[in-house]
């Protein structure tokens, strides 16, 4: 075998390998890869554990349902260093209170916020509640 064809015989393996390594690192992640459920219960402990308290006001309560959509969000704002916030949280899957939700507009609440980047909030998480009526 001449030294060309050892090359081009070497970069082959190399390119095969590169491919094969790249494919199985595409399935490795697909397959572990968090659903937006998952992200989205991971941001609200994130600024639960992180978070400070601020006094908040829920605006509204808008439900939404159709064939790829069933939320249920909570708008509500507050200030932080004099700046006023209006945020909105999908509460669908924190059941007690997506239950009591509806009622809730107009009053106050605590809300939670990433000192870091203070329009990263929650009203509720799994572990915390800044409605005073719910728990």
Known sequence: MSPGERLTLGLAAV??????????????????????????????????????????????????????????????????????????????ALASLAATAPGLAGQTASVKYDPKRPTNSIIACEEWCGIRTIG
């Not at 908040?56 to 260093?81: M, Q, T, W």
Request: proline share 3%.
């Open 15 to 92: 390119a095969t390998a590169t491919g094969l390594a790249a494919w199985l690192m595409a399935r490795f992640r697909r397959r572990h890869a968090k659903s937006p459920e998952e992200i989205e219960r991971q941001r609200r402990l994130d600024v639960h554990n992180c978070g400070r308290i601020a006094p908040g006001h829920i605006v509204d309560f808008l439900e939404s349902s159709g064939a790829d959509n069933n939320g249920r969000l909570l708008l509500y704002k507050y200030e932080v260093g004099g700046v006023t916030y209006e945020a909105a949280q999908d509460i669908s």
